[in-house]
């Protein structure tokens, strides 16, 4: 190998501190449509987004560990792990100050109000992705949740906070051992789903589910839309209807809907 051949740059360098910084989402979803988005269900975002041609959104395989769960979405802030390597992946890498040797500290720092952690830990459960600290602090920073398709330690203290996080699994064992943090803000794949920085993460006391961003505004109004009608249609089977004409809704059920609406939404008679 020549001396020239020797100099040029490795096209395996790790990114550097200062170009994660300003990596940034394609597409921007405002803090009022993702409050809107949180109160739709993801039965009804799913049937939106299949119709739409997306057949499998749902990180299957992640539960929730909190005691109490409550539904949120966010903006994605992807993580993304491989195997760790033993000379890379050991306790000097943790240090007081930012690293490029341990880009998760420096990820914690960056995630911003609004956002949702997904980490890519390959679906290994052997070593933890994280613990209560980095949750913590990104609680504390405006995350609305965290999400991996690993495993978190800590899991009774993270259970208590007040933050939803899923994964598929608690151990104590350390992220060293296993895992090494490779690059931030990029594609990932999570629970074999993929998202991109800055999809919409929803979640409730059912799943999580990827929504594409530029997708967001349409289907908040669609969903909003679904959830009430199918609302008034839960009703009525509760009261004794049969599915016929009722699930899905025929002319005359919708405008039945629409008289109910007119009424003021009341609750019908529950048998």
């Known amino acids: 190998m020549s001396e020239i051949e020797q100099k040029k740059p490795s096209n395996a360098r790790s990114p550097s501190l200062e170009e994660l910084a300003t990596r940034s989402n394609t597409t921007y979803v405002s803090d009022a449509l993702l409050d809107r988005l949180a109160k739709v269900s993801s039965g009804t975002l799913t049937t939106q987004l299949f119709k739409r041609g997306y057949r499998q ?25 491989i195997p760790a390597r033993e000379d890379l992946d050991t306790v000097a890498t943790v240090t ?42 990104m609680m504390l920073r405006g995350a609305r949740a965290v999400i991996t398709d690993g495993a978190f330690r800590d899991g009774d203290e993270i259970s208590q906070m007040d933050i939803p996080t899923w994964s ?21 794949g999570c ?17 999580v589910t990827v929504i594409p961003a530029h997708l967001a505004a349409e289907l908040a109004d669609v969903c909003e839309a679904q959830d009430d009608i199918e609302n008034y249609i839960a009703q009525r089977i509760g009261s004794g209807d049969a599915i016929w004409g009722v699930f899905p809704a025929n002319e005359k059920t919708r405008a039945d809907y629409q008289q109910w609406v007119a009424d003021g939404r009341p609750d019908l008679p529950q048998l």
């Open 57 to 81: 959104p749902v990180m299957v395989g992640v539960v929730p560990l909190n005691k109490t769960v409550k539904p949120f979405a966010g903006r994605a802030y992807t993580m993304r792990f």
């Open 96 to 137: 007081t100050g930012p690293n490029p040797n341990n880009l998760q500290w420096f990820g914690v720092e960056q995630v911003a109000s609004g956002d949702v952690l997904v980490i890519d830990s390959r679906g290994d459960c052997r070593a933890a992705a994280m613990g209560d600290v980095l949750v913590k602090r």
């Open 168 to 188: 598929s699994g608690v151990t104590a064992t350390s992220r060293l051992s296993f895992h090494h943090v490779a690059d931030l803000q990029v594609p990932i």
């Open 191 to 207: 629970a074999d789903v993929a998202v991109y920085p800055g999809d919409v993460i929803h979640g409730d006391r059912n799943n």
